[in-house]
C-alpha cells in the first residue's frame, strides 16, 4: 500500500463580484435600489397615518394583556441582548445585525417606558432608566456599524475607497 497525500478540500466562497457590479450598474444609471424605493414610498404613506392617529385616537385607552405585552418586550430585548453578545464574543458576521435590532429595540423600550409613565415616582423611574438605556443603545448601534465595516473591509477591501472602481 502507497501513501497518498490528500488534497485538502476547499468550501466554495461565494464571489462578491457580481452583487458589486449590480450595484455599481444601480449608482451610475442613477436609479434607487427596489429596497430604497420601497422605504421611501412606506414613510411618506406613514405621515398621512401619523396625522390620523393623532387626531382619532383616545388620550387614554384600557387594554387586556397589558402585562404580557411588556413581558414580550422584554423578553425579546434580553434574547437580542443575548445574540449580540454571542455573536460579537464569536466575532460572527451577525453581530452587526444583532447589536443594531438590540439598540432599536432599547431605544423603543425607552421610548414607551417615558411616553406612558404616570406622574411621580413612575416617571423618576422611567426618565433614569432612559438615562441608563439610550447611551447603551447607541453605543450597541455603534458597535454594530463597526461591525458591518469590519465585515465589509474583509470581503472587499477597496470599500474604503468607495471611488476605487474595479
Known amino acids: 500500500m502507497t501513501?497518498?497525500?490528500?488534497?485538502?478540500?476547499v468550501a466554495p466562497v461565494a464571489?462578491?463580484?457580481?452583487?458589486?457590479a449590480l450595484a455599481r450598474r444601480w449608482r451610475l444609471r442613477g436609479?434607487?435600489?427596489?429596497?430604497?424605493?420601497?422605504?421611501?414610498?412606506?414613510?411618506l404613506a406613514l405621515v398621512p397615518w401619523?396625522?390620523?392617529?393623532?387626531?382619532?385616537?383616545?388620550?387614554d385607552y384600557t387594554t387586556t394583556n397589558w402585562?404580557?405585552?411588556?413581558?414580550?418586550?422584554d423578553v425579546a430585548l434580553a434574547l437580542a441582548l443575548a445574540a449580540?453578545?454571542?455573536?460579537?464574543?464569536?466575532?460572527?458576521?451577525?453581530?452587526a445585525l444583532w447589536a443594531c435590532a438590540t439598540g432599536?429595540?432599547?431605544?423603543?423600550?425607552?421610548?414607551?417606558?417615558?411616553?406612558i409613565s404616570t406622574e411621580g415616582s413612575d416617571r423618576v423611574w422611567s426618565v433614569v432608566c432612559a438615562c441608563v438605556e439610550v447611551p447603551v443603545a447607541l453605543l450597541v448601534v455603534r458597535h454594530g456599524h463597526r461591525e458591518l465595516r469590519r465585515l465589509l473591509h474583509r470581503v472587499t477591501p477597496d470599500m474604503q475607497n468607495p471611488t476605487h472602481a474595479p
Open 3 to 9: 501513501a497518498t497525500a490528500q488534497t485538502p478540500v
Open 15 to 20: 464571489d462578491p463580484a457580481p452583487a458589486a
Open 31 to 43: 436609479w434607487a435600489p427596489p429596497v430604497a424605493v420601497v422605504a421611501a414610498v412606506a414613510a
Open 50 to 59: 401619523v396625522v390620523y392617529l393623532g387626531a382619532t385616537l383616545p388620550a
Open 67 to 73: 402585562d404580557g405585552t411588556w413581558q414580550g418586550l
Open 84 to 95: 449580540t453578545a454571542l455573536s460579537s464574543w464569536r466575532r460572527w458576521p451577525s453581530a
Open 104 to 115: 432599536v429595540l432599547m431605544l423603543a423600550d425607552a421610548w414607551f417606558d417615558l411616553s
